[in-house]
Each structure stands twice: as C-alpha cells, then as structure tokens.
C-alpha cells in the first residue's frame, strides 16, 4: 500500500478475483493530467503531499469492500464491487472532479504555470469486458473521447460507443 491506495500490482490482482467471480462492477479510471509537473517544479516531497491528499479523499469515498489504488503516478483506479446507476456516477465525477480541483488549487496556490486536469473514464463489468486489461484499456478511451475536449469531465465506455459528459456547466468553479 502506499498512501493508503493499493499499488499497482496489488490492485490489479484485486480486481482480477473481482472481476473472475463474474458480478457486476463499476470500473473508474481517474487520469490527473499535471501531476507529474508538480513533482518537476516542486519536488518529489511536494508531489507526494499532493498524491497523499487525494488519495485521502479516495479512500474517504470507498467501502470497505471497494478497491483503490494508483496505476501510474497520474493515474488511480476505483473499482466499486457493483452496479452505479448513471445518476450516481453522474453526482460521483462531478464530487471527485470539484474535490480533485479544490484540492489542486489549495496546494498549488503560487504556483500559475501548473494547471491540474483530472479526468474519468468510466467502464461497467462484466458487460464491458472480464479483465483488468479489457476494462483499463476501454477507461482510457473513456478518457480520450472527452479529455482532448474538456477540463473536469468523465465518460461511460458503452458497447463500443462512449456517452461524453462535461462538469464544465455543472461543477462550480473555486
């Protein structure tokens, strides 16, 4: 575990069991744009801070029986061992998209040239695939479908089709 959030390997060994026993789950995949220029500018003690701080908010937001961790030194990994309905993702991005932002901006205050962008790609299981790499590859093109476009958004990879949804109108900006 580092900062609470099971590392890689771990997390994906999790899912994997989750995903073999064939229920239904909601994969989410948090992709921090920036983060990795805060550990340039500011030094890996200031990006740990930051990576602590948002994974204090993860863990706050799970079950006991959800999985969370971190995929890569942008990225984290919800995966809820059930079905969400959209309204619940819906109200669940735009938390983690206003709480990720209210974060960033706290942490960074001084620091301009650093702009934090999170965005979430989002799959549903088993409907949409029965591995880790199935559901971690459909996430990122969640991602891609609507990150190139907008700041604070989220997609639902759906059958070969994503619905693209943008906090841009909804989440207040700090």
Partial sequence: MMDGLLIKDRMIEEIEKALMRGTSGTFLLLNVEGLSLVYIKMGDAAG???VESYAELLRSIMRTNDIVGMYSESEFVLY?????SEDFL????????????AISIAFLEGEESLDINTTIGIVRTPDE????EAIYRKAKEAIENVGHVEKRAYSIYRNDS??????EDVAPEL
Avoid: P, T, V, W
């Avoid at 819906?90 to 932002?101: P, S």
């Avoid at 695939?129 to 880790?132: C, H, I, L, M, T």
């Fill in 48 to 50: 740990n801070a930051l």
């Fill in 80 to 84: 809820y061992q059930r079905r969400m």
């Fill in 90 to 101: 819906r109200d669940k991005c735009e938390y983690l998209n206003f709480r990720f932002n």
């Fill in 129 to 132: 695939g029965r591995s880790f």
């Fill in 162 to 167: 994503m619905i693209g949804i943008s906090d």
